[in-house]
């Protein structure tokens, strides 16, 4: 069972592992070259000073890792040691250039993260149900390899073992390209009317949220992945220049927006797993308190898991529409369930 570690970086994720650890009762060091971050952190998991700590890990940039990894190896050299940086292949590199032997070390990359860093930005929760990801060397001690997947589990993520230059070609088209993609659709709007922008709606906000991302954070990521990143980019390019060619053209518009549609439907429905298909269960609902816990009661006594919902009510509206995404199965139990105890139940659509 762990009981200790060093976390070097009290950054967003390195706080965010002590919370989720600390409160399963593994003292937790926190370390920062800043020394305003590194309170900050120390108060919020409690922390405490840890001596031969079993776990290392480096919770900062890339290019802060060479500044650090000979003087940590040398303070703790029977500690296991692990990364969570963006990018793998880069990480590997510079720890064969130190002394702290690549059988000791685990490199890793949690696929959790929010648009504000630091500290006070932490959550215990970050990384539940969430994909973690190990790319392991051929060096690497299995023991090692236990202990990080150990962290992962008690964290509450999901552990994926990977390939690094795998990795590095997996987040380029997952991680870094929605971030490109982000930055340059809000790009445009500095140039757009300002009362034109009061009519914004849901579509443009949810498409540029994460532009409001870490800048140098960014360019750290988007500069040590350049090569995979550029390989992608150019084929986006590649692609909307056909659709710029072809605006003259409404099959070639309908084709561009079917390639959009026919993509999104690969991603699964709850992080890291299986894409899988969903039906969607529609139920017009009373708008007056207790409709949608109720609702659930219900799923529960007949042991229906929900996947997903969507609420759609206007305001002054005496009722609302909330769907539910199941498995088939249970959208067919739930429908008749729900339909023989007098809820108003619209029929089955199937999506994915």
Not at 192 to 205: M, Q, V, Y
Not at 206 to 218: E, G, M, N, Q
Not at 236 to 251: A, R, T, V
């Amino acid at each position: 069972m762990l009981k200790s570690v060093r976390v070097v970086g009290s950054g967003l994720i390195g706080t965010s592992i002590a919370l989720a650890l600390g409160a399963r009762g593994v003292a937790c060091q926190m370390i920062d070259s800043n020394p305003v971050a590194q309170e900050l952190a120390h108060d919020l998991v409690s922390g405490s000073q840890v001596f031969d700590p079993e776990l290392v890990i480096f919770a900062l940039p890339t290019s802060q890792l060479s500044l650090v990894i000979d003087d940590e190896f040398e303070l703790n050299p029977n500690s296991i040691f692990m990364d969570v940086g963006s990018v793998k292949t880069e990480v590997i590199r510079e720890v064969e250039k130190s002394t702290l032997p690549l059988s000791r070390f685990v490199p890793t990359h949690p696929m959790a993260g929010r648009e504000i860093g630091g500290p006070h930005s932490a959550r215990g929760d970050l990384f539940a149900a969430r994909t973690w990801v190990i790319t392991p060397t051929s060096e690497c001690d299995p023991m090692a390899i236990a202990l990080v997947s150990e962290l992962i589990e008690a964290v509450g993520a999901e552990l994926m073992i990977l390939a690094a230059d795998d990795h590095d070609r997996a987040v380029a088209t997952v991680s870094h390209l929605p971030q490109i993609t982000a930055s340059l659709l809000a790009q445009s709007l500095l140039t757009t009317p300002e009362d034109w922008l009061e009519l914004s709606g849901a579509g443009l906000r949810d498409t540029v949220r994460i532009a409001s991302s870490d800048a140098a954070l960014w360019s750290e990521i988007i500069y040590s992945n350049r090569e995979e990143i550029s390989l992608r980019a150019k084929q986006m390019h590649s692609e909307l220049g056909q659709l710029i060619d072809g605006l003259e053209d409404k099959e070639e518009i309908t084709r561009f927006i079917e390639r959009g549609r026919d993509g999104r439907s690969r991603i699964p429905g709850k992080h890291g797993g299986r894409a899988r298909e969903y039906s969607n269960l529609p139920i017009v609902i009373d708008d007056k308190p207790g409709q949608l816990g109720a609702i659930f009661n219900e799923c529960a006594k007949i042991s229906v898991n929900v996947e997903d919902l969507s609420i759609e009510h206007s305001p002054g509206q005496l009722s609302a529409l909330i769907t539910l995404a199941l498995s088939e199965s249970d959208a067919i139990a739930l429908s008749a369930h729900l339909s023989a105890i007098g809820w108003n139940v619209h029929p089955i659509l199937k999506t994915k």
